[in-house]
């Protein structure tokens, strides 16, 4: 019976969705009550203050949509700009390509910047194309701050200082879905117009809700842009905003209490520490890739993401086998390898509320289905590289403490 998988718990390492903290589901576990009465409202204005927070914005404005990260994508592009509006995208993986499809079927001119599997943004071709846009016709640059089919977290800093250079207006729109409150991310800092996120990933949420942020320049951008959106229109979420209730249409009250407690975790650990738990994560699950002797699909070292690390296999391996058995043997799930590395990559995702031991079970888990799939792997090896690095490193010390 192929739908019968090991019995306890289930061993959740996709990239998202990811495990939802216990703190989190009870807060959930709320009846409906009335969004017009003052209670939500109240809610809603300090939900929207501290979620600039993880944007690490103060001149930002959020929304809240009841939405995924798709959802929030093309909130960003039709609040912003016009069919036929010229746009660069990177396209370096699944969800950026994803994106880019959304892009052309809302009818932007889309301009992409192709880059293997395994590589980040090339910033090289972005540069050639700004010094030669002098009528300045780019009017915004897409990007996946980490693309989550291949493992790769580009330099978002260096997208700002390229435009700074050249002096060029275009808009800067991130997806920060598998990025932000799992890596540092800087809004303000770098001078990004319109980030976003979705509630299952860093935020270790129920799939359901898209944040988006928009810079001042966004936000007088959704002014004149002509794009027709009703649902994800900024400036009906904004009249709300002004006469206090918030809400153009009924927001989901579970989600609004779950989103609460997850930024009380996050800011009670430290978004600091929580940027820092991620990078030990990553940093100890690519050393046990190494140590079984398997490639890291991120071709250079400055591109390597410590929320998602995609795995590849040698030739003789199906890794979409690798998953299914992981599954089905050990309850553990791991991520498919998306479109172009189908079979030849595996996930592993460590990102959101996870601590070491919970990886240390996941990378023994992988290493048992390695062995049942017929690649020699000497047992420990990967575990005992990784636990010797956590076990070396400062662990967390939540800020609570
Ligand atoms: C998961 C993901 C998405 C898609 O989000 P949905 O919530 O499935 O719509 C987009 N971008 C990135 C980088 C992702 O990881």
Redesign the pocket.
């Known amino acids: 019976m192929d739908y019968m998988n090991a019995p306890g718990r289930n061993h959740l390492f996709v990239?998202?969705p990811v495990n939802i903290p216990e703190s989190v589901l009870r807060a959930m576990n709320r009846n409906n009550e009335d969004y017009r009465s003052p209670a939500i409202p109240a809610m809603t204005k300090i939900l929207l203050e501290d979620v600039k927070k993880i944007f690490k914005t103060t001149t930002g404005t959020p929304f809240i949509f009841p939405t995924?990260?798709?959802?929030a994508?093309e909130s960003a592009l039709t609040n912003t700009l016009s069919p036929g509006d010229r746009i660069v995208s990177f396209s370096i993986g699944q969800?950026s390509l994803?994106?880019i499809d959304q892009q052309k079927r809302l009818k932007f001119d889309v301009d992409v910047i192709e880059s293997e599997w395994g590589y980040g943004a090339d910033l090289d071709a972005l540069a050639s194309k700004l010094a030669a846009d002098t009528a300045h016709t780019i009017k915004a640059i897409c990007i996946?701050h980490?693309?989550?089919a291949t493992g790769v977290t580009n330099n978002l800093n260096s997208v700002r200082k390229l435009l700074d250079h050249y002096m060029h207006p275009a808009l800067i729109l991130v997806?920060g879905?598998?990025s932000i409150c799992a890596l540092d991310f800087r809004m303000d800092e770098w001078g990004i117009d319109v980030a976003l996120t979705?509630s299952?990933?860093a935020l270790s949420l129920p799939?359901g809700l898209g944040i988006v942020c928009a810079s001042p320049k966004a936000i007088e951008a959704a002014k004149t842009s002509k794009s027709l959106r009703v649902f994800f229109d900024w400036n009906d979420y904004l009249k709300f905003y002004k006469i206090g209730t918030y809400w153009p249409y009924t927001p989901s009250i579970q989600l609004l209490y779950g989103l609460r407690a997850a930024l009380d975790l996050l800011f009670e650990e430290g978004l600091e520490n929580v940027f820092a738990r991620h990078r030990r994560l990553g940093k100890a699950t690519r050393l046990a890739v190494e140590a079984w002797g398997l490639k890291n699909c991120t071709q250079k070292e400055e591109w390597v993401s410590d929320t998602v690390t995609a795995v590849m296999v040698p030739a003789y391996i199906d890794s979409a086998e690798v998953v299914r058995r992981a599954w089905q043997r050990y309850n553990l799930s791991l991520g498919l390898g998306l479109n172009k590395v189908a079979g030849k990559v595996f996930r592993i995702g460590h990102l959101g509320n996870l601590n070491d031991l919970q990886l240390l079970g996941c990378l023994s888990g992988v290493e048992m289905i390695l062995k049942d799939i017929g690649y020699p792997i000497k047992f420990g090896t990967g575990v005992a590289a990784a636990a010797s690095y956590l076990q070396n490193t400062i662990p967390m010390i939540p800020s609570r403490i």
């Open positions: 990239p998202g995924t990260g798709t959802g994508w969800f994803l994106w996946v980490n693309e989550t997806d879905v598998s979705g299952q990933k799939t």
